[in-house]
């Protein structure tokens, strides 16, 4: 039903829609972000009031995506709390 979306790998190297390997920024659909995180859709939604989690991006009129890189560095951050905290 949903898939995730990436941007045109023919995009110049200099876009600022890749990130620094120069690879394409991959969009994330919320059901996809909702599998990666094991989060429930109603604790994103008040993770991102809190500041807490990347906020997503309009990609169209009616929706919604995130950004690839920063739910995975989010994904970093969170475990690298996990390994402090168990330190």
């Known amino acids: ?21 120069g690879e394409p920024l991959s969009i994330l659909r919320l059901p996809a972000v909702i599998r990666r995180v094991g989060l429930s859709r109603s604790s994103i939604y008040s993770y991102q009031r809190a500041g ?5 991006v309009k990609i169209g009129p009616h929706a919604m995506g995130y950004v690839e890189q920063e ?17």
């Open 1 to 21: 039903m949903f898939k995730d979306v990436q941007t045109s790998a023919e995009a110049a190297s200099n876009d600022p829609q890749r990130h620094p390997l």
């Open 52 to 56: 807490i989690f990347p906020r997503a």
């Open 71 to 87: 739910i995975n560095d989010w994904i970093n951050r969170a475990r690298q709390g996990r390994e402090r905290v168990g330190a």
